[in-house]
């Protein structure tokens, strides 16, 4: 057995995180060398570059005002009110600094990765010229960018924020930073996106019966900037943010148990850094044969990820004598997330059951592609769960054993949920990278289009992009289902913070627990439960109405250019459309409505712990966490379903391209757009959000509230 | 202070009881009296009423094998195996028998429901001949006879086994009868009304562009008969449940709270008595004048049984000295349920924004129409989620100081909250009456048009109709509302039963609980709560399904008739199509599809028991009512919202009949059918019936469970 301290495994926490930024750099590095020359997508790739770093910035601009605002209410109110008695202001604008740091590096993480991807998706296009293997190759290294970049900054970020900090609250607050940052960013993106995508289709391939990525469609590089700003930055913004708070919840946890030096806080940044290790091996061993199949390619590689670490985690655990059941309970996540995600898949691959079924149902019209694929969806959520309620279940029973910290309300069953929570996104770095090559390989396939590559380059990137969204639909299953674990760990960790709270206000002595439980039929508890419940709903309905009503306005700009620009529906030579004006009006709806829905969810959290006070949030996060997941799934898989729904029509099936279920099919998929890819993961964000905001304020309640 | 014991109150209830019920018999007299001459409309309402009667008759052979294997699980099992050292098999009987007897009066009132709505419906059209007054006190004394029926007999029944078994746990045992049989007639009934429904419209209206209820359409029938089997007999079996399981839950609270001779027992029966008095003074004085507005009659005599029922109930405690504090809870519940009606009818109101906003968004196509509806179902869960939340709390807080029974869990709080939900629920046979009252006037405007009465008349139906349909928003959301607070009162009386078991078990001392409270962090609580959020999604995605495939079934038949009855499409003279065949279509379709639906929840409830035992079983409870309340209220407005969107283009706005705005708007009302007539009120009886399962079954998991 070797013994390290607290220190050296940060240390080896940096260096790990170096190695992989390392990484990230040389495969930006490998992206950029790819040859390019075709000068008529070069322009167009161009064009979606400068639409979706304007985006960028103008949103930036919009969060950096609302980062501020929050930043002075941060500094005036915690840890510990100014005007507190036990206030020290120290401690107020380290937390202070830590937020900001949160936002910046979550930022940075959106800003790398519409860097790499509006490059990578030129060079995945001109490779594709020269076959499936080159193209995969850049697509997916494009994405690696990515996964090591956002794996890397975190790890990085929490790591130096504790070593500078000392104390886990701060980690919570960087937490919060990363979180509120990818929770607009998310929204943001999500809508932009999906108003473009919407609007495109509509108008293009519904309307006007013209091909999808059609240069005349003036809402055409919105569609592709909106793949960038919506599926890469709000993605990465995502993951960045899922996978601190997941470390975050830990660490709390960790340090209750024993403090900052002592073993548990050890063990989460072994296993944390070993996870992007692993990570690394995954991305750099990736290969796909010369005709090879581009799914098996991705999926064999988070497989190998999965086995590294498993591997490397025991090895670690045996070395510095770590205890073989938190072992136990990390291995339970990394199983129990690999479950999810192939049962995930069951419900959104063209090749099973509902899918099919879905699209035999829209030969009677849209009416029953909506009920049969929303059905899907309902029922797709039971897979996940179980698995959810198993791994809580078995990651606490598994830790329980180790007992519990003295004089303190912490247990290693908690902990050991924490440590599943932790397991299941260990190889976050590959699920990223995954995520990533999705839009970039969907971009590939619209300048392959636009630039006029002929049909065998587009059906090599077809191929790519089909690929993309078979992997998406399981990453996705994945890091909704670590998100739900890791808030109950941050439920864990907000007890935690009110009890500690409570004995520093001299509310009840050294040694003893303000709350002991959450108890469901004590009736504050129950009241923030049924509250919880509706929150998840109100913020994905407003972002939808937001999608809703942006659409309606983009689609009326583009009936006015094809109306308005001669030529330009015939196609003349030299015509082309506004595409800025698209942009635009894509951007300032986005701009618009990012805001309200977000802050809606911290404002109705605050107003629970002003009414009943601490219990009450309790209740509150877990009826947001029940609500949350069912939500989340449910529009997340039927939006998958009735997508591939109509790719299995278009595949010539039910009649095929033009037939009765291929237009109901496609009204599917306008519904499951801001399904799957506006609220259904935006959920996700919320949920975490709502629970970091409730353990930092936990002080603040604990002294203000009605009953 | 006058006082009155337990049997004066009993005494009591069953003379209002049989007042209830002379009523119904005077109101079915004066309605079978009125006039009826028209040959044609004669017959096809024989048509419709030996369609419902046979269906019915088929449903209830289904349900009473199910019954018959359930009453033999039941008397081996409850309240002890017989095999139990404790085993007392005059208990098992006496269990055994008030099942039975609960099935047997739920099931009657759907007979009487069937009975009097065939009878109505025909003489309300034909009264529609000399204006709205006559047609409109036909239909509504039609719908009355249901509501006293159905509380008159609920009330009857209760009195009944409490007086003869003289024990709450049996007043379970009969709940538990009506609510499965409740359960599976309301999913049985649900299916075939939107089978019918959808496959009418889809083949009728949408295709072939021939009016609503045209008698050559063959699904015209079956579609009638729906109205009457789901929202007739589904709602009676439906309400009639949720009436019983509110008092028994009181019940088991009150009888924990002082046993079955205390004041609480006699407050309990008191108010049901004087809520059914109450309702039986709004009904006889409900009056509309010669021209007047039938939905504020409706809601007029709502709002008068309302205030009679708040001042007997205010004079009653005065008398009879019972605590105030309990009234007010009730009052809660009653003031909390009128605002919850209120708020539901601005989402599904045309006069209303959400309802204008859903049809101005179908002008851009039929995936909006569903994605602002759908939006606007979940805004709309929010005012009712408050509601509840608030009148727990408040309810808890109002009676809590009145304190603890002694060496019991059992506390005033809680039974203050079972006491608001029975407030809630107090108008009951009002909201059945009204509830009723818009089945018959849906078939009677089908039998105005089938009966060429012409245009005038049809419109006075019409007025009649569209009137049912607002004033059924409004009781949905009462009654969802109530069954939410409802299962919070039973979740004390599954607690109450697993201490009472356990103390009868010897497993803890006497005055000693076993389980004191349902903590969230318990993982075993947690794991229950995340399945039990599961199971409403899975139980709605399975009758929605049925519905589907059914429709698609039925859909086939119609173009098989008209494709293969020469005549029939032109409307030749004395062609008729086969409606036996849709009818029979629909029944079969249903009658296999009911049962696996509720069986599932059942049988998720055991599994969830027998892994995690008791604690697991009140998250599990917790989690279905989190996720019940939810899609129930969801599903129910955001279909009335799309059903009033559509009647709102049809009255000639966004383009009016034939526009896009319209097609578009048909697609959100056939997606809405099952959510709003099939799903979302079936999750209401399917939360109520796990929960009753639970606490009857709390004895078998406290001595067999894995965790």
Same mark, same amino acid.
């Given at each position: 057995?070797?013994?390290?301290?607290?220190?050296?495994?940060?240390?080896?926490?940096?260096?790990?995180?170096?190695?992989?930024?390392?990484?990230?750099?040389?495969?930006?590095?490998?992206?950029?060398?790819?040859?390019?020359?075709?000068?008529?997508?070069?322009?167009?790739?161009?064009?979606?570059?400068?639409?979706?770093?304007?985006?960028?910035?103008?949103?930036?601009?919009?969060?950096?005002?609302?980062?501020?605002?929050?930043?002075?209410?941060?500094?005036?109110?915690?840890?510990?009110?100014?005007?507190?008695?036990?206030?020290?202001?120290?401690?107020?604008?380290?937390?202070?600094?830590?937020?900001?740091?949160?936002?910046?590096?979550?930022?940075?993480?959106?800003?790398?990765?519409?860097?790499?991807?509006?490059?990578?998706?030129?060079?995945?296009?001109?490779?594709?010229?020269?076959?499936?293997?080159?193209?995969?190759?850049?697509?997916?290294?494009?994405?690696?960018?990515?996964?090591?970049?956002?794996?890397?900054?975190?790890?990085?970020?929490?790591?130096?924020?504790?070593?500078?900090?000392?104390?886990?609250?701060?980690?919570?607050?960087?937490?919060?930073?990363?979180?509120?940052?990818?929770?607009?960013?998310?929204?943001?993106?999500?809508?932009?996106?999906?108003?473009?995508?919407?609007?495109?289709?509509?108008?293009?391939?519904?309307?006007?019966?013209?091909?999808?990525?059609?240069?005349?469609?003036?809402?055409?590089?919105?569609?592709?900037?909106?793949?960038?700003?919506?599926?890469?930055?709000?993605?990465?913004?995502?993951?960045?943010?899922?996978?601190?708070?997941?470390?975050?919840?830990?660490?709390?946890?960790?340090?209750?148990?024993?403090?900052?030096?002592?073993?548990?806080?050890?063990?989460?940044?072994?296993?944390?850094?070993?996870?992007?290790?692993?990570?690394?091996?995954?991305?750099?061993?990736?290969?796909?044969?010369?005709?090879?199949?581009?799914?098996?390619?991705?999926?064999?590689?988070?497989?190998?990820?999965?086995?590294?670490?498993?591997?490397? +985690?025991?090895?670690?655990?045996?070395?510095?004598?770590?205890?073989?059941?938190?072992?136990?309970?990390?291995?339970?996540?990394?199983?129990?997330?690999?479950?999810?995600?192939?049962?995930?898949?069951?419900?959104?691959?063209?090749?099973?059951?509902?899918?099919?079924?879905?699209?035999?149902?829209?030969?009677?019209?849209?009416?029953?592609?909506?009920?049969?694929?929303?059905?899907?969806?309902?029922?797709?959520?039971?897979?996940?769960?179980?698995?959810?309620?198993?791994?809580?279940?078995?990651?606490?029973?598994?830790?329980?054993?180790?007992?519990?910290?003295?004089?303190?309300?912490?247990?290693?069953?908690?902990?050991?949920?924490?440590?599943?929570?932790?397991?299941?996104?260990?190889?976050?770095?590959?699920?990223?990278?995954?995520?990533?090559?999705?839009?970039?390989?969907?971009?590939?396939?619209?300048?392959?289009?636009?630039?006029?590559?002929?049909?065998?380059?587009?059906?090599?990137?077809?191929?790519?992009?089909?690929?993309?969204?078979?992997?998406?639909?399981?990453?996705?299953?994945?890091?909704?289902?670590?998100?739900?674990? +890791?808030?109950?760990?941050?439920?864990?960790?907000?007890?935690?913070?009110?009890?500690?709270?409570?004995?520093?206000?001299?509310?009840?002595?050294?040694?003893?627990?303000?709350?002991?439980?959450?108890?469901?039929?004590?009736?504050?508890?129950?009241?923030?439960?049924?509250?919880?419940?509706?929150?998840?709903?109100?913020?994905?309905?407003?972002?939808?109405?937001?999608?809703?009503?942006?659409?309606?306005?983009?689609?009326?700009?583009?009936?006015?250019?094809?109306?308005?620009?001669?030529?330009?529906?015939?196609?003349?030579?030299?015509?082309?459309?506004?595409?800025?004006?698209?942009?635009?009006?894509?951007?300032?709806?986005?701009?618009?409505?990012?805001?309200?829905?977000?802050?809606?969810?911290?404002?109705? +959290?605050?107003?629970?712990?002003?009414?009943?006070?601490?219990?009450?949030?309790?209740?509150?996060?877990?009826?947001?966490?029940?609500?949350?997941?069912?939500?989340?799934?449910?529009?997340?898989?039927?939006?998958?379903?009735?997508?591939?729904?109509?790719?299995?029509?278009?595949?010539?099936?039910?009649?095929?391209?033009?037939? +009765?279920?291929?237009?109901?099919?496609?009204?599917?998929?306008?519904?499951?757009?801001?399904?799957?890819?506006?609220?259904?993961?935006?959920?996700?964000?919320?949920?975490?959000?709502?629970?970091?905001?409730?353990?930092?304020?936990?002080?603040?309640?604990?002294?203000?509230?009605?009953?």
């Amino acid at each position: 057995m070797v013994n390290i301290t607290t220190q050296m495994v940060q240390v080896f926490a940096i260096f790990v995180a170096f190695l992989a930024l390392g990484f990230a750099a040389w495969l930006y590095a490998w992206v950029k060398s790819q040859p390019s020359s075709n000068a008529r997508i070069a322009e167009i790739g161009e064009y979606i570059r400068r639409g979706a770093n304007t985006f960028l910035k103008r949103e930036y601009l919009v969060l950096a005002r609302f980062t501020a605002v929050a930043a002075v209410l941060i500094f005036v109110l915690l840890p510990h009110p100014l005007w507190a008695e036990n206030a020290d202001i120290t401690k107020n604008i380290w937390m202070t600094v830590s937020y900001i740091f949160g936002t910046v590096l979550s930022a940075l993480a959106g800003k790398i990765g519409i860097q790499i991807a509006t490059i990578a998706n030129i060079k995945s296009a001109e490779a594709a010229q020269k076959g499936i293997k080159p193209s995969f190759m850049t697509g997916f290294r494009g994405g690696a960018v990515m996964g090591m970049a956002v794996v890397g900054t975190s790890l990085l970020g929490i790591a130096v924020v504790l070593m500078l900090v000392g104390d886990a609250t701060s980690v919570l607050g960087f937490s919060f930073g990363a979180s509120s940052l990818a929770l607009f960013a998310k929204a943001g993106g999500g809508i932009f996106t999906k108003t473009a995508d919407i609007s495109a289709d509509l108008v293009g391939k519904v309307e006007l019966g013209i091909p999808e990525d059609d240069p005349r469609n003036p809402a055409v590089i919105a569609d592709n900037v909106g793949d960038n700003v919506g599926d890469v930055a709000g993605m990465g913004a995502d993951l960045f943010d899922s996978n601190v708070a997941s470390m975050a919840a830990a660490l709390v946890m960790a340090t209750a148990l024993g403090g900052i030096a002592g073993k548990n806080v050890i063990m989460v940044f072994a296993y944390a850094a070993v996870g992007l290790l692993s990570s690394i091996i995954g991305v750099a061993t990736a290969r796909i044969g010369k005709n090879g199949d581009p799914s098996k390619a991705l999926n064999s590689s988070t497989y190998v990820t999965t086995a590294v670490y498993a591997v490397l +985690t025991a090895l670690a655990t045996f070395l510095f004598g770590f205890e073989w059941r938190i072992w136990g309970a990390t291995a339970v996540g990394l199983i129990v997330g690999t479950v999810i995600g192939i049962t995930s898949d069951y419900f959104t691959n063209d090749n099973k059951p509902p899918v099919q079924e879905v699209a035999k149902a829209s030969k009677s019209g849209p009416a029953f592609t909506i009920l049969s694929g929303f059905s899907y969806g309902l029922l797709s959520c039971l897979p996940a769960l179980i698995g959810i309620a198993l791994s809580a279940l078995l990651a606490f029973k598994i830790c329980s054993p180790l007992g519990v910290a003295i004089g303190q309300e912490a247990e290693y069953g908690m902990f050991g949920i924490s440590m599943s929570a932790l397991g299941m996104l260990s190889i976050v770095g590959m699920i990223i990278s995954n995520d990533a090559y999705g839009p970039i390989v969907d971009n590939a396939r619209g300048l392959a289009e636009m630039g006029g590559f002929g049909e065998k380059v587009i059906a090599i990137t077809d191929e790519l992009d089909s690929a993309g969204n078979t992997v998406k639909a399981v990453t996705k299953g994945f890091s909704i289902s670590a998100a739900g674990l +890791t808030v109950i760990s941050l439920l864990g960790a907000f007890m935690s913070e009110v009890n500690t709270a409570a004995r520093e206000l001299g509310i009840i002595a050294a040694g003893e627990s303000f709350i002991k439980n959450f108890d469901i039929m004590d009736p504050t508890v129950f009241f923030g439960l049924i509250i919880g419940v509706a929150i998840p709903a109100i913020f994905s309905a407003m972002l939808m109405l937001g999608v809703d009503k942006n659409a309606q306005r983009m689609v009326a700009e583009i009936h006015r250019q094809f109306d308005t620009i001669p030529g330009l529906k015939e196609g003349k030579e030299g015509v082309k459309p506004d595409y800025d004006k698209c942009i635009d009006i894509a951007t300032s709806g986005a701009l618009k409505e990012l805001i309200p829905a977000g802050l809606v969810a911290i404002l109705a +959290t605050i107003a629970v712990g002003f009414i009943g006070g601490a219990r009450a949030i309790g209740g509150y996060l877990t009826g947001n966490i029940a609500s949350g997941l069912l939500l989340a799934l449910l529009m997340s898989n039927s939006g998958g379903t009735w997508d591939n729904a109509k790719k299995y029509v278009e595949a010539g099936n039910c009649g095929g391209k033009g037939s +009765t279920a291929h237009k109901s099919a496609v009204v599917g998929d306008t519904v499951g757009d801001p399904f799957k890819d506006t609220a259904g993961p935006s959920i996700n964000t919320q949920i975490t959000v709502v629970s970091l905001v409730s353990s930092l304020l936990a002080v603040i309640f604990l002294q203000l509230s009605i009953f």
